[in-house]
């Protein structure tokens, strides 16, 4: 069962062995697939395994002393 389509821009899984890049990913009930810019399956985390989804703007957009961390 498909929950959502999510297409707005790079994307990275935050897992406990570290990260996968995806362009797209599609929310299930139990996890989420991951799907590179031509629409290939990179791979499927499970909810259990996933730290966080992060939107490539964290890690590259324009941050002050004030805003928080996450790492």
Not at 18 to 40: A, F, K
Not at 55 to 65: A, K, P
């Amino acid at each position: 069962m498909r929950l959502a389509v999510i297409r707005d821009s790079m994307y990275r899984a935050i897992l406990p062995e570290g990260q996968i890049e995806c362009d797209r990913y599609d929310r299930s009930e139990n996890g989420v697939d991951l799907y590179d810019g031509d629409d290939q399956f990179i791979a499927f985390v499970p909810y259990a395994n996933l730290h966080a989804l992060a939107d490539e703007d964290l890690y590259t957009g324009d941050t002050s002393e004030d805003e928080r961390s996450i790492m």
